[in-house]
T-cell receptor, first 114, second 108 residues
Framework: EPEVTQTPSHQVTQMGQEVILRCVPISNHLYFYWYRQILGQKVEFLVSFYNNEISEKSEIFDDQFSVERPDGSNFTLKIRSTKLEDSAMYFC????????????FGPGTRLLVL | KQEVTQIPAALSVPEGENLVLNCSFTDSAIYNLQWFRQDPGKGLTSLLLIQSSQREQTSGRLNASLDKSSGRSTLYIAASQPGDSATYLCAAHQKVTFGTGTKLQVIP
């Protein structure tokens, strides 16, 4: 069964450094998403992406964040200058359609900012 | 702003018991509602998706209902098993908002 994959599974970085989290969505899916979950807290929506542009974003997704689909398979989340409070599990998801189809989640990348 | 709440926050039941998890949301203008399970330190596994025009969905021992007018969804688990132990999350899809989760422990 096709699945969403994410790399790396864990990343440790110094505050102020740039990180890029990578995702490979399910191949025929059209909508892509990033979420984060700070330890012990709720899963929070960051951004959705369709047709090579951001379709929705939350208040969390400020100028420090950017997303890109550099080729036909990868979907990346970049944090330009990491802060301590960016430490979280970051999940990528994809779906065939926005309204009627299940979102499939990747296993997550655990980011620790020191 | 959409608020999604799940009750109870934690639940411990003996194996074999039927149980109901509750999810409530404040804004009924949703595209769909999805139930997930999350195992410790892991990602989210989709269980059921109910579209806004539907009232329920079933998959095996799981049945999810949706009442948009009252802003509620329930997840019914029949004949619970130790393997069902996980945190269960509901997500209201509009600008996607997740609930707080119910941590379920099924005692063998």
């Amino acid at each position: 069964e096709p699945e969403v994959t994410q790399t790396p599974s864990h990343q440790v970085t110094q505050m102020g450094q740039e990180v890029i989290l990578r995702c490979v969505p399910i191949s025929n899916h059209l909508y892509f998403y990033w979420y984060r979950q700070i330890l012990g807290q709720k899963v929070e929506f960051l951004v959705s992406f369709y047709n090579n542009e951001i379709s929705e974003k939350s208040e969390i997704f400020d100028d420090q964040f950017s997303v890109e689909r550099p080729d036909g398979s990868n979907f990346t989340l970049k944090i330009r200058s990491t802060k301590l409070e960016d430490s979280a599990m970051y999940f990528c998801a994809s779906s065939l359609d926005r309204d009627s189809e299940t979102q499939y989640f990747g296993p997550g990348t655990r980011l620790l900012v020191l | 702003k959409q608020e999604v709440t799940q009750i109870p926050a934690a639940l411990s039941v003996p194996e074999g018991e039927n149980l109901v998890l509750n999810c409530s949301f404040t804004d009924s203008a949703i595209y769909n509602l999805q139930w997930f399970r999350q195992d410790p330190g892991k990602g989210l596994t989709s269980l059921l998706l109910i579209q806004s025009s539907q009232r329920e969905q079933t998959s095996g021992r799981l049945n999810a209902s949706l009442d948009k007018s009252s802003g509620r969804s329930t997840l019914y688990i029949a004949a619970s098993q130790p393997g069902d132990s996980a945190t269960y999350l509901c997500a209201a899809h509009q600008k996607v908002t997740f609930g707080t989760g119910t941590k379920l422990q099924v005692i063998p």
